[in-house]
């Protein structure tokens, strides 16, 4: 089955406004099951803007002005969530490699990533592209919907960390034993200390031998020391049905769930478009906007049973997602070049580069890899309230408005501490950082 990739796109350019959704669909083909990008899960909305005429440092788009602001960028983010401090102190990921692994790539990437570095004054990006098997041809909607996630990635990894390498490794095609094979190219050949994985699928949608051979790669991967993060979905509760056809049933998604991974939900984050002064934070669930499933996915696994880490977190026996969350929503997106212009991502896909270039900030602070991260954030999470490590979300829900058939998939409810609605919640990098450094690497695999 096609991988699908978990993300909506909005389209900036700041003027006239022209708006029109779409439903992505999984791309299949009769070789074998796999994701699409999770830009292709949900609507796309499209907004024709630009930049303002007198940019002011890094406000360059009229979105960053609106109150509150409807769209960030680096410094914004960097602020909010508590990076900046860190890397005033030199902290930026150097000598620390992100793996980021996608479908298909992008023919622009390297325009995109110039631009995006040009317009808000970064360093350039160091990054390498590799597509160990080839790439094969696809649908035009498929490989467009994949070149945008592979810019949000890159650029967006690179945005928060800007002294880590990125090496973005590029599967042939969105099938899943075509994605695991570039997996394991990164893992076989220890490419990076960190590896982001923004596409999923429901559990039931991806073949038992599949899900095998995934698991055997991800307990390999924490057994170097590598961390392993994945978005946890764009539809709640749901999954696109497994057959392609209109719908979503409820499911968490894979490779979310494997407790080796870091399970990444979604927020929408509120803070000043100029200044990035963190303000608060609600459930990510655009889907009344939308009038579709658009929510960040949380759930319960019904392939592994609960790991230890999350014993004191929640009374299911099973392997609940997400663990954390990060800003996710389109009309609260982060700004990024692709093709030529600048669009403003949301989606959970938006999160898990994110979250990797946060770790390799930890893996620079620790001078060594730090594994499997899930066992420290369950254990910081109940630090005394002074520590701070996150920002616990109890407000929202991502309950969906549809699935597709006329029926509706509940979710869940944010709430203090725990939930399947934003996990332990959103870091707050420049306390959760040193923590997550002191606390011994976590190098057994769990499951």
């Given at each position: 089955?096609?991988?699908?990739?978990?993300?909506?796109?909005?389209?900036?350019?700041?003027?006239?406004?022209?708006?029109?959704?779409?439903?992505?669909?999984?791309?299949?083909?009769?070789?074998?099951?796999?994701?699409?990008?999770?830009?292709?899960?949900?609507?796309?909305?499209?907004?024709?803007?630009?930049?303002?005429?007198?940019?002011?440092?890094?406000?360059?788009?009229?979105?960053?002005?609106?109150?509150?602001?409807?769209?960030?960028?680096?410094?914004?983010?960097?602020?909010?969530?508590?990076?900046?401090?860190?890397?005033?102190?030199?902290?930026?990921?150097?000598?620390?490699?992100?793996?980021?692994?996608?479908?298909?790539?992008?023919?622009?990437?390297?325009?995109?990533?110039?631009?995006?570095?040009?317009?808000?004054?970064?360093?350039?990006?160091?990054?390498?592209?590799?597509?160990p098997f080839g790439i094969d041809a696809t649908t035009s909607d498929n490989a467009s919907g994949w070149a945008g996630e592979t810019s949000l990635d890159v650029e967006w990894a690179h945005a928060i960390a800007p002294g880590a390498k990125i090496a973005l490794v590029v599967a042939k095609s969105n099938n899943?034993?075509?994605?695991?094979?570039?997996?394991?190219?990164?893992?076989?050949?220890?490419?990076?200390?960190?590896?982001?994985?923004?596409?999923?699928?429901?559990?039931?949608?991806?073949?038992?031998?599949?899900?095998?051979?995934?698991?055997?790669?991800?307990?390999?991967?924490?057994?170097?020391?590598?961390?392993?993060?994945?978005?946890?979905?764009?539809?709640?509760?749901?999954?696109?049905?497994?057959?392609?056809?209109?719908?979503?049933?409820?499911?968490?998604?894979?490779?979310?769930?494997?407790?080796?991974?870091?399970?990444?939900?979604?927020?929408?984050l509120h803070a000043d478009g100029v200044t990035g002064t963190y303000q608060s934070e609600t459930t990510w669930n655009e889907s009344a906007i939308f009038g579709d499933a658009v929510a960040g996915g949380g759930g319960q696994s019904?392939?592994?049973?609960?790991?230890?880490?999350?014993?004191?977190?929640?009374?299911?026996?099973?392997?609940?997602?997400?663990?954390?969350?990060?800003?996710?929503?389109?009309?609260?997106?982060?700004?990024?070049?692709?093709?030529?212009?600048?669009?403003?991502?949301?989606?959970?896909?938006?999160?898990?580069?994110?979250?990797?270039?946060?770790?390799?900030?930890?893996?620079?602070?620790?001078?060594?890899?730090?594994?499997?991260?899930?066992?420290?954030?369950?254990?910081?999470?109940?630090?005394?309230?002074?520590?701070?490590?996150?920002?616990?979300?109890?407000?929202?829900?991502?309950?969906?408005?549809?699935?597709?058939?006329?029926?509706?998939?509940?979710?869940?409810?944010?709430?203090?501490?725990?939930?399947?609605?934003?996990?332990?919640?959103?870091?707050?990098?420049?306390?959760?950082?040193?923590?997550?450094?002191?606390?011994?690497?976590?190098?057994?695999?769990?499951?």
């Open positions: 089955m096609a991988r699908r990739r978990i993300a909506a796109v909005a389209l900036i350019a700041l003027a006239a406004v022209t708006v029109a959704a779409t439903t992505g669909s999984a791309h299949r083909t009769a070789a074998g099951h796999g994701m699409v990008p999770d830009t292709l899960r949900a609507p796309n909305i499209r907004q024709q803007i630009w930049e303002v005429s007198q940019p002011t440092g890094t406000v360059r788009f009229s979105c960053q002005l609106t109150v509150p602001a409807s769209c960030y960028g680096p410094d914004q983010m960097r602020t909010a969530y508590g990076t900046q401090s860190l890397l005033a102190a030199g902290y930026d990921g150097t000598g620390k490699t992100i793996t980021i692994i996608d479908a298909y790539g992008s023919p622009t990437l390297a325009s995109d990533v110039a631009k995006f570095d040009t317009v808000w004054g970064l360093p350039a990006t160091n990054y390498t592209v590799t597509a899943d034993a075509d994605i695991l094979d570039a997996t394991q190219y990164a893992i076989d050949n220890n490419v990076g200390d960190v590896v982001s994985q923004s596409f999923g699928e429901g559990e039931a949608c991806m073949a038992s031998a599949d899900l095998a051979r995934q698991h055997t790669l991800f307990k390999k991967a924490v057994q170097q020391g590598i961390t392993l993060f994945a978005s946890s979905g764009d539809q709640g509760a749901g999954q696109p049905n497994c057959d392609g056809s209109n719908g979503y049933f409820k499911s968490t998604s894979t490779p979310a769930s494997d407790p080796n991974v870091t399970s990444v939900g979604g927020t929408t019904v392939l592994f049973t609960r790991p230890s880490y999350q014993a004191a977190a929640t009374h299911d026996r099973t392997r609940d997602v997400p663990d954390v969350s990060y800003n996710a929503a389109v009309f609260n997106g982060v700004i990024t070049a692709w093709n030529g212009r600048f669009y403003r991502f949301g989606g959970t896909s938006a999160g898990s580069p994110q979250w990797a270039a946060i770790t390799a900030i930890v893996d620079q602070i620790a001078r060594g890899r730090v594994g499997n991260i899930n066992p420290a954030l369950y254990t910081l999470a109940k630090l005394p309230a002074q520590y701070n490590p996150f920002h616990d979300i109890a407000d929202g829900s991502n309950n969906s408005v549809t699935d597709g058939n006329g029926g509706t998939i509940t979710g869940f409810t944010a709430a203090p501490g725990y939930d399947m609605a934003t996990g332990l919640g959103s870091p707050n990098i420049g306390a959760l950082a040193p923590l997550l450094a002191k606390l011994p690497p976590v190098t057994t695999p769990t499951g």
